[in-house]
């Protein structure tokens, strides 16, 4: 089904990350594929991928020569659709926009950033980064929480626009059978910020109390070495799975097996994978950061924990493993939240984006 056709889409240019192919495609990338799926013939340039830093750079240059050149020949395009992070993705970014700008056409800054406050925080260009900013036609946020952040620093609240993330449910919903075990999922990168080290180590703590009645299985990028000691030294290699990268059919796999899932971020935007798993019928358990607390209501489909309190994540585990009918009365709860993440909704909301653009 596309819901941006082909006379919207030929206008409309978006600038992201490498989508297809080898290697991870969680986050902003997840977002750029689903964003594919429902435009009549999209015009997509990856501006980045995971590889090494030289790289990354010739990755850039290519790909921003062939931005110019394309904005130079191509008289159809009039919107230049920006997805953006923190760090040296936003300066990145911000080259792309100035570059939009300087032949005349709209730009729609699409903020994916986690850790944009503390970047913002931490940087001695804050006029910059606000000025540069200020320079969109649009600006995207993920959630209320974001917008007001973003108030509060100086945008200019007439370009803030909220759209929600993207997810594609599955075509046929399983009801799983919730006899023990508990069967949790997490999906995310494997360093500190997406928490999976604390969870770890609650399980560690408690594992003479879970085995039998407790399985995790959790997929993710970097640290693999380490996280795989990590499994060995602790000796819960029976209660926790490593499963690699996990992408494709093997994410579907995972998502459809779970019974629960779980990301005890530290910062986030709106994470796809709580999303995706609320798009399952999953409860999840998270932390109050970024929007997440929009789609997950303590208590009516999941719990939130305070960020890195290792007793607060094991209370919310053990309230699953006691009472497992809260699984089936939260997940049902979960699909009727994320009902306005459905492609439907966040498209054609999309589409008024552009169209008031025009």
């Given amino acids: 089904m596309k819901i941006i056709n082909k006379a919207l889409s030929d206008k409309v240019l978006i600038i992201g990350q490498k989508y297809k192919g080898k290697g991870p495609t969680e986050g902003l990338a997840s977002v750029i594929a689903s964003y594919s799926l429902f435009f009549d013939d999209v015009k997509i340039i990856p501006m980045w991928k995971y590889t090494n830093k030289i790289n990354k750079l010739w990755y850039f240059i290519y790909h921003y020569i062939e931005y110019v050149f394309l904005l130079i020949f191509n008289r159809k395009i009039k919107i230049v659709h920006i997805h953006t992070s923190d760090g040296l993705s936003f300066v ?52 209320i929480q974001w917008k007001e952040y973003f108030k509060g620093i100086g945008i200019d609240e007439n370009k803030i626009v909220i759209l929600n993330n993207i997810v594609v449910p599955p075509t046929n919903h399983v009801r799983r059978d919730y006899n023990s075990p508990l069967r949790m999922l997490f999906l995310g990168w494997l360093g500190k910020r ?65 019974d629960v899932f779980i990301l005890p971020s530290y910062n986030e935007g709106l994470p796809i994978s709580i999303l995706e798993a609320l798009s399952y019928g999953m409860p999840v358990i998270s932390t109050p950061v970024g929007g997440i607390t929009e789609v997950v209501h303590h208590k009516e489909n999941g719990f939130i924990v305070t960020p890195g309190n290792k007793d607060e994540i094991w209370q919310a585990i053990k309230a699953f493993i006691d009472n497992p009918e809260l699984i089936s009365q939260y997940g049902d709860m979960s699909l009727e939240i994320v009902k306005p993440y459905t492609p439907e909704s966040v498209m054609t909301h999309l589409k008024q984006i552009y169209e008031e653009l025009l």
Avoid at 92 to 98: A, D, E, K, P, Q
């Fill in 194 to 258: 997406k928490g999976i080290w604390d969870l770890l180590a609650v399980i560690k703590d408690h594992a003479d109390e879970l085995r039998g009645k407790f399985i995790l299985r959790f997929g993710g990028n970097e640290y693999e070495n380490e996280i795989r000691k990590e499994l060995k030294d602790s000796k819960i290699e029976d209660l926790a799975t490593f499963e690699g990268w996990v992408s494709g059919d093997k994410k579907a796999e995972c998502l459809g097996w779970a």
């Fill in 92 to 143: 990145r970014n911000v080259i792309c926009l100035n570059t939009a700008k300087l032949f005349g056409k709209k730009v729609v800054l699409h903020m994916h950033g986690a850790n944009f406050e503390e970047y913002y925080n931490n940087s001695k260009r804050k006029e910059w980064i606000l000025n540069s900013i200020n320079k969109c036609d649009v600006f995207i946020v993920l959630s």
